[in-house]
Nanobody
Framework: QVQLVESGGGSAQSGGSLRLSCAYS????????MGWFRQPPGKEREGVAT???????KVADLVKGRFTIYEDKAKNTLYLQMNSLKPDDTATYYC?????????????????????WGQGTQVTVSS
């Protein structure tokens, strides 16, 4: 059974940094696409970044240059390093995964592309 467990959320000042972690377990597939999504208060869930099983990444324009997605396969953990945080980054952040032969190829930062989700972790940025 696939499990994704996020941690690392909390509060930060504008301009500050946080690092989110997503510990994953329960699967042995070698090809996959993993990602971070967020849902601001009162808004729909949106894609933030993805990482392919081969290490290639995709980052949404809204956070490009500020957020970095990376994976530590030895620890079975996905990370999202968030720098230069803004109040607009306030949201519940979710880790997601999809297992497919071609990894992230052909996938966008779309909620519908991912079938496995964590429970979410809250990030609040104050000005």
């Amino acid at each position: 059974q696939v499990q994704l467990v996020e941690s690392g959320g909390g509060s930060a000042q504008s301009g500050g940094s946080l690092r989110l972690s997503c510990a994953y377990s329960g699967y042995t597939y070698s090809m996959y696409c993993m990602g971070w999504f967020r849902q601001p208060p009162g808004k729909e869930r949106e894609g933030v970044a993805t990482v392919d099983s081969d290490g290639s990444t995709k980052v949404a324009d809204l956070v490009k240059g500020r957020f970095t997605i990376y994976e530590d396969k030895a620890k079975n953990t996905l990370y999202l390093q968030m720098n230069s945080l803004k109040p607009d980054d306030t949201a519940t952040y979710y880790c997601a995964a999809e297992f497919r032969r071609y990894g992230c190829y052909g996938l966008g930062l779309r909620v519908s592309d991912f079938g496995y989700w964590g429970q979410g972790t809250q990030v609040t940025v104050s000005s």
